[in-house]
């Protein structure tokens, strides 16, 4: 696993990235792994305006409002093993913080690759972009990375119960957020 390369991912690599992110989210609910995605089981690929919003924002200049940047790890082969996206808060004056979104692939999980994005993320949110907190929002449901964002300085901010009703279930969304000092 340490041979995987973690590259920003540049706007003409997106339909190569969608295809992945399709197949991720295709596990969302099912067998074994929890909801990670407020999507129901049966519609888990990424809805096609939100494909065009993510790819318009990574051309969108930093700073302004829109920008996304997302970041892919690939092994030997060139393929995706995970990913990991920040991008600008839709709210006014907010733009010393950004929102985060990731994940990993089923068959890469477990090895620390989670660990590493997160700590590629927040170095460059913090020497690259100047923020000074990076937030983000997670199913509660999703024990393996609440965990993880815990492990990697996140810290709980609220929940709102009841905040999705999905296939018949109904789902809290638990806030965290990390603020990114000089140690990251
Ligand atoms: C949550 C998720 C991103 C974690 O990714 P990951 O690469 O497995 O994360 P890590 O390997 O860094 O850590 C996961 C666990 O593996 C353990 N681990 C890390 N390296 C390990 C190794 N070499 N050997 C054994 N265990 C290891 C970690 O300690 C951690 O343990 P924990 O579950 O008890 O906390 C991944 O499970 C995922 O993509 N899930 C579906 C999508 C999702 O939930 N996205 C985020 C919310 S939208």
């Known amino acids: 696993m340490s041979q995987l390369l973690i590259e920003q991912l540049e706007p003409a690599g997106f339909s190569d990235f969608l295809r992945y992110l399709d197949d991720h989210l295709s596990d969302n609910g099912r067998g074994d792994t929890a909801y990670f995605q407020p999507l ?4 888990s690929r990424f809805p096609a305006d939100k ?3 993510f ?3 990574l051309r969108t200049p930093l700073g302004t409002s829109g920008w996304r940047r997302l970041w892919v790890a690939r092994d030997a082969d060139g393929r995706i093993a995970g990913h990991i996206d920040l991008r600008a808060h839709p709210e006014r004056h907010a733009a010393h913080r950004c929102l985060l979104g990731m994940g990993v692939d089923r068959d890469f999980r477990k090895h620390g690759l989670g660990s590493r994005l997160l700590a590629h993320a927040a170095q460059w949110a913090r020497d690259a972009a100047g923020l000074a907190w990076i937030d983000l929002q997670v199913l509660s449901v999703n024990t393996p990375a609440i ?3 815990q492990r990697s300085g996140y ?4 929940e709102i119960p009841d905040m ?4 018949g279930r109904h789902f809290a969304y638990t806030s965290m957020s990390k603020r990114l000092d000089s140690q990251g």
């Not at 129901?40 to 519609?43: F, L, M, S």
């Not at 999705?164 to 296939?167: E, T």
Request: aromatic share 10%; hydrophobic share 45%.
């Open 40 to 43: 129901p089981r049966d519609a």
């Open 51 to 53: 494909a065009e919003a």
């Open 55 to 57: 790819q318009a924002g």
């Open 147 to 149: 965990s993880l964002y």
């Open 155 to 158: 810290v709980r901010t609220g």
């Open 164 to 167: 999705f009703l999905i296939d």
